[in-house]
């Protein structure tokens, strides 16, 4: 018997509307008609809010474990607040503060562990056994997170304007395998690209290899939420059938497009989030003169992280000044 409240919103009730902005100065920056989708404003500041309602929605157990290295956990951590469920979130020890902080928040459990010596899988797995009735929830491979990420691709199809090219951030692959789902169930064939930090690029990796291909370690990438191991499996057969290329982006550049979407477009975004714009830095000429929605997947971050990488900017003559 489902443990959901029977006055629960719906995943269209509860889920906020993506942003769309058009930023003059920096389209002219980049060369490029640009539009953002910012998820920065979803409810708990990221697109994962899409994946955890619907999650902990359809979910019938009482209980759900989940491992994060911020943003699911935190978006996992209010769903459950709102559907009345408990939540356990096993979180790297690395993770940012203000993630950390924010699902203990909304009245998760958070375990923290140390990556260098146990597994998040491990840790979740250990937990399980202890919770036998608990739902065991991935943050990018499982249907439940496809579908609900899904919504974003149904507002991109219905969005007035058209893209040559959209752009996603890319990590576990929950986010850009949603996005497919929604876009190809409108009928809609934009062309889709990811955007992978290149320190973490076992998509880009696997889309060339033709199999799913992994990282030996967590990947000490300033992106942390792309610091996955490899695609889920249910993503990779969206991946390889709907996405066109995977972007590497360097370290640099994710820094870069982190301060131009703060100075010329006034939008925080967190490193993972700004990774579609460093795959416009990455390849200029690619993208010279195109249509391209570049989505901003969240906005979490660190203040005191936030801020050395702006000011890191300023040092080396990368500020405001530039557009």
């Known amino acids: 018997m489902s443990s959901t409240p029977t006055d629960a919103l719906t995943l ?26 910012s998820e920065a404003y979803q409810r708990t500041g990221s697109f994962k809010f899409r994946a955890a309602y619907n999650l902990a929605l359809q979910a019938p157990q009482g209980e759900i474990i989940a491992a994060s290295s911020g943003n699911f956990g935190q978006a996992l951590a209010y769903a459950c607040k709102l559907l009345k469920k408990r939540c356990v979130v096993v979180m790297p020890s690395t993770s940012a503060a203000v ?7 909304y009245g998760a459990v958070v375990d923290l562990i140390d990556t260098r010596t146990k597994s998040r899988a491990a840790r979740v797995a250990e937990l399980a056994a202890g919770r036998p009735g608990a739902y065991v929830a991935s943050a990018y491979d499982d249907a439940l997170v496809i579908e609900g990420n899904a919504t974003l691709g149904s507002e991109l199809a219905s969005a007035a304007q058209r893209w040559d090219a959209i752009l996603a951030p890319v990590g576990g692959g929950g986010l850009i395998s949603g996005i497919a789902t929604g876009l190809r169930r409108a009928g809609n064939k934009t062309e889709l690209l990811g955007a992978e930090p290149a320190l973490a690029n076992d998509a880009a990796r696997s889309l060339r290899a033709g199999r799913i291909l992994t990282n030996e370690s967590e990947p000490a990438t300033i992106a942390d939420g792309a610091r996955t191991l490899s695609l889920g499996r249910l993503n990779w057969s969206i991946v390889q059938r709907e996405v066109r290329d995977i972007i590497e982006v360097s370290e640099q550049n994710i820094a870069e497009a982190l301060r131009l979407l703060f100075t010329l477009a006034n939008l925080k975004a967190e490193p993972t989030g700004a990774l579609a714009v460093g795959a416009i830095l990455e390849q200029p000429q690619r993208f010279a ?14 203040p005191a992280v936030y801020a050395q990488l702006l000011l890191a900017g300023e040092q080396d003559g990368k500020g405001s000044g530039q557009a």
């Open 12 to 37: 269209s009730q509860a889920v906020l509307p993506t942003t769309f902005v058009r930023p003059q100065s920096l389209a002219d920056r980049l060369g490029v008609e640009l539009t953002i989708a």
């Open 99 to 105: 993630k950390i902080a924010a699902v203990r928040r």
């Open 289 to 302: 003169g195109r249509s391209v929605c570049c989505i901003v997947s969240g906005g979490n971050v660190d």
